[in-house]
């Protein structure tokens, strides 16, 4: 059976896609080429479905929710909240798992932030 190698790209709408490109380069950090290829570090990637009705993607319109890896959670959260970046609350621990944190895009989405155990 053929199988994925891993995640080739994360495509999103949006109403002013410089501007949008321009965050997740100068909040998290993305070093993206002109192209907007991003060479990320090697590490678990998790795929999981959840059920239609759920909060844990914030607003429910939003289909998928993008998960980034960090080093430093604390470090992440207060560089995004010097850049005026809408953090939500504060972080939490899955035991086995890591910390986890959730900040919501200039349009809207919700992207976790995961700093693995």
């Known amino acids: 059976m053929e199988r994925v190698l891993g995640i080739g790209g994360y495509f999103i709408r949006a109403s002013d896609p410089a501007a949008l490109t ?41 289909q998928v929710m993008l998960n980034f890896r960090v080093r430093d959670l604390d470090a992440m959260l207060a560089q995004l909240r010097a850049k005026g ?4 609350g504060e972080p939490q621990e899955m ?22 155990a």
């Open 22 to 62: 321009a965050w997740y380069r100068d909040c998290l950090g993305l070093d993206l080429d002109g192209h907007g290829l991003w060479r990320p570090e090697s590490g678990p990637t998790v795929f999981a479905a959840f059920e239609p009705d759920t909060e844990y993607f914030g607003s429910r319109g939003q």
């Open 85 to 88: 970046a809408d953090v939500a």
């Open 95 to 116: 035991q086995g798992v890591g910390r986890f944190a959730w900040v919501t895009d200039p349009e809207g989405n919700r992207v976790e932030l995961w700093q693995p």
